[in-house]
């Protein structure tokens, strides 16, 4: 989650939606995000809505606690069901992030899980992520997370050396997220990711190919691989200004991505969106894949975003707030939006270029036709998928694809 929060009209207090959100719901798929704002320690490079032990004392108190938490998120659940009235769906993905979910007791995540099969129900062959951080688990959690439903784990490995792992203030040891994926394999997990992280300042191209060599050697069937991006207001943006490491260029991020996609292809692995690559259409996200298709999903926690039918809500961002909001019956939204046609027709491109499969090309307009005809010409877009109705990113667009979708969106 964003740590800052986008502009929006005023969220009612019992969460309602417009009617025109639910009309033709059921031909829609629906996921739930639950967010677990808790970290042992934070990441000099992370801009997201988590809260460690030291920074939530004496604000919010009791409320603010990751010992009731479970409670608290169940309520949010429970009030999705309310919202969503005789919504007839049954939930298609579950993704529990972070922070890191795995702080709290397994049985907490098994009763969040709980929450959502009672309301809703859960779909036939549903998938049930986590994340987890490498140091946070053993064999006995991950059996724990197993026999209550979870089937697909993710495990921020980021790195397989130890000084990069330093400048991103990571605290698990090199190797852990390795014997990790073993663990999640021997209690049972259909399905395991590793995420990497690329351009590091002072990460070496050797040193980004011996990360992913380990964690291919781990034997994942998914691999998220994300360029860094320095947020202001972090620990590492910070020490770059004081010229304590260097800033990482653009050109070092595309040859990383390069190299990356070399060796995951070499591995089996196909890209299916711009960061991520799986042995098979099985071993993809299917969570994500609700997020790059605008599908339906209810995000539960403190900052969690939403989007149902064309409206999206953001909650209140504290965990104290968030907390209070429930406790007294109240939705925790802090605010939303209602995406016009126009807004969803830009939001597809922007989100469906990335994918493998690129979007619709009658998405966009003469403007954009024209950019989409520039930039096969450049050899970005394949001119075989434009031909037969979808604007598709080459190699070489993949490096470009932000520059891309500028113009497409037009």
Not at 77 to 87: E, F, H, P, S, Y
Not at 222 to 230: C, E, K, P, T
Request: charged share 25%.
């Amino acid at each position: 989650m964003p740590s800052a929060l986008p502009d929006g009209e005023p969220m009612p207090v019992d969460g309602a939606l417009p009617a025109h959100a639910l009309a033709g719901a059921a031909d829609r798929p629906l996921g739930f995000y639950l967010h677990v704002p808790y970290c042992a320690t934070r990441c000099g490079y992370c801009d997201f809505n988590t809260y460690t032990a030291s920074e939530l004392r004496g604000s919010g108190g009791a409320l603010a606690s990751r010992d009731n938490y479970a409670d608290t998120l169940i309520e949010e659940i429970r009030l999705a069901r309310k919202v969503l009235g005789d919504d007839p769906r049954q939930v298609g993905t579950v993704f529990v992030g972070g922070g890191t979910p795995t702080l709290l007791a397994a049985a907490d995540l098994g009763r969040m899980l709980g929450a959502i099969r009672d309301e809703f129900g859960l779909a036939a062959g549903a998938e049930i992520t986590t994340e987890a951080n490498p140091e946070s688990v053993d064999p006995a959690y991950l059996e724990q997370l197993r026999a209550s439903g979870f089937n697909r784990v993710s495990f921020g490995m980021q790195s397989a050396r130890q000084h990069v792992l330093n400048v991103l203030d990571r605290t698990h040891t090199p190797g852990r997220p390795e014997a990790c994926v073993g663990e999640a394999h021997a209690a049972g997990f259909d399905h395991v990711n590793l995420d990497l992280i690329y351009g590091t300042p002072g990460e070496s191209d050797d040193d980004w190919r011996a990360s992913l060599d380990a964690a291919l050697g781990a034997g994942p069937d998914h691999i998220s691989a994300y360029a860094l991006i320095v947020e202001e207001g972090t620990q590492l943006a910070r020490r770059i200004r004081r010229g304590e490491v260097p800033m990482t260029d653009d050109d070092v991020h595309a040859d990383r991505y390069l190299i990356a996609e070399e060796r995951l292809a070499a591995a089996g692995f196909g890209w299916y969106e711009v960061s991520n690559w799986a042995t098979s259409r099985e071993a993809r996200c299917r969570h994500n894949e609700l997020y790059w298709t605008g599908a339906d999903w209810w995000g539960a926690g403190p900052g969690a975003h939403s989007h149902v039918g064309g409206v999206r809500w953001w909650n209140v961002k504290h965990p104290g707030a968030y907390a209070q909001a429930l406790s007294e019956g109240r939705s925790p939204g802090a605010g939303r939006e209602l995406l016009g046609a126009e807004d969803r027709r830009v939001e597809r491109i922007l989100l469906e270029l990335r994918l493998a499969d690129g979007c619709p090309r009658d998405l966009l307009t003469p403007v954009g036709s024209r950019a989409a005809e520039r930039f096969i010409a450049d050899g970005l877009l394949e001119p075989e998928s434009y031909e037969q109705g979808r604007a598709v990113l080459t190699l070489r667009g993949r490096l470009l694809a932000d520059a891309v979708v500028r113009d497409l969106v037009d």
